[in-house]
């Protein structure tokens, strides 16, 4: 009873927070997802509905390293999601943090792509 109640509330703040946040070309969104074991951060364009970077703790070029979901490996999510989107020619996003508190890995995550070049 207790888990399903706090999966209904993410979900709620999740939604709450999408209706405000929306990815433009000029400014796509910057979602962030973690889980138990990885970090998933996408950076999408909604007009289009496109993905226009991506990076994970489970992508290739990350294959030697063994990094979980916590800061350490925020800040290094955080670092290749920036390089990738200024590859792509992304210097401006808005931030999507999917009803997580913007505390912790979120905020290392964050603070890590803003000091590599990206802008939120």
């Known amino acids: 009873m207790r888990i399903q109640t706090k999966q209904k509330l993410r979900q709620l703040r999740r939604w709450r927070i999408r209706k405000k946040v929306v990815g ?3 400014r796509p969104r910057m979602a962030v997802r973690f889980s138990n074991e990885n970090i ?3 950076i999408i364009d909604d007009s289009k509905g496109v993905t226009v970077a991506s990076a994970a703790t489970t ?3 990350l294959s030697g390293e063994n990094l979980k979901a ?3 490996g925020a800040v290094r999510i955080g670092k290749l999601v920036a390089e990738s989107a200024k590859a ?3 210097t401006r996003v808005v931030f ?3 009803g997580s508190r913007y505390h912790g890995k979120v905020k290392a995550l964050a603070d ?3 000091e590599n070049g990206l802008q939120f």
């Open 24 to 26: 433009t070309a000029e």
């Open 40 to 42: 998933y951060v996408q």
């Open 59 to 61: 992508s290739k070029a």
């Open 70 to 72: 916590n800061v350490a």
């Open 88 to 90: 792509k020619g992304v």
């Open 96 to 98: 999507d943090r999917a």
């Open 112 to 114: 890590a792509a803003r």
